[in-house]
T-cell receptor, first 115, second 112 residues
């Protein structure tokens, strides 16, 4: 039972390069989320999706884009990486609220360094 | 804007002592409050979820209370063990889309 899987686990980029982080979940969850975690700041929501083909901005969306072409996958893209985007990125998924209050399930994170 | 605070940022206790972790939030209009555990280099694991209409939830040695009117939640861990060493985060769900606002966490060390 894989749960939420993030790839890659680690990556080093140079300023200006682009990359895509992949999140896959096998729990048939409707909602998916991308967070970043920085020291001393907790997790902050970047973008989220409430269903296949939908995306919405979170608290810190600038510099990121997302896509949800399939229900089980949620992609986070950095078009032109900046050192300020050095962080640990977490993907999470959950059922919709109409299915009851359910906790979010998290992947193990992607550690991204921008030089 | 909802703000979530966890004090203290770090805590060290001897094995066997009860742990008390605090979480406060500024806006009482929440759907639920969630407590998570995070081990170094790992993702978050859900511990307890308290709906806004509930006062507490229990799971084994863990008990979480919620006082929505005062904007506070407390996580109690009874008879702490070295395996309880981790960072504990609380988060409040702020809308029906499941958006969470997190505190910065309390790093706990339980010494043998």
């Amino acid at each position: 039972n894989a749960g939420v899987t993030q790839t890659p686990k680690f990556r080093v980029l140079k300023t200006g390069q682009s990359m895509t982080l992949l999140c896959a979940q096998d729990m048939n969850h409707e909602y998916m989320y991308w967070y970043r975690q920085d020291p001393g700041m907790g997790l902050r929501l970047i973008h989220y999706s409430v269903g296949e083909g939908t995306t919405a901005k979170g608290e810190v969306p600038d510099g990121y884009n997302v896509s949800r072409l399939k229900k089980q996958n949620f992609l986070l893209g950095l078009e032109s990486a900046a050192p300020s985007q050095t962080s640990v990125y977490f993907c999470a998924s959950s059922y919709g609220l109409w299915q009851g209050h359910q906790p979010q399930h998290f992947g193990d994170g992607t550690r991204l360094s921008i030089l | 804007k909802q703000e979530v605070t966890q004090i203290p940022a770090a805590l060290s206790v001897p094995e066997g002592e009860n742990l008390v972790l605090n979480c406060s939030f500024t806006d009482s209009a929440i759907y639920n409050l969630q407590w998570f555990r995070q081990d170094p280099g790992k993702g978050l694991t859900s511990l307890l979820l308290i709906q806004s209409s509930q006062r507490e939830q229990t799971s084994g040695r863990l008990n979480a209370s919620l006082d929505k009117s005062s904007g506070r939640s407390t996580l109690y861990i009874a008879a702490s063990q070295p395996g309880d060493s981790a960072t504990y985060l609380c988060a409040v769900q702020t809308d029906s889309w499941g958006k969470l606002q997190f505190g910065a966490g309390t790093q706990v060390v339980v010494t043998p």
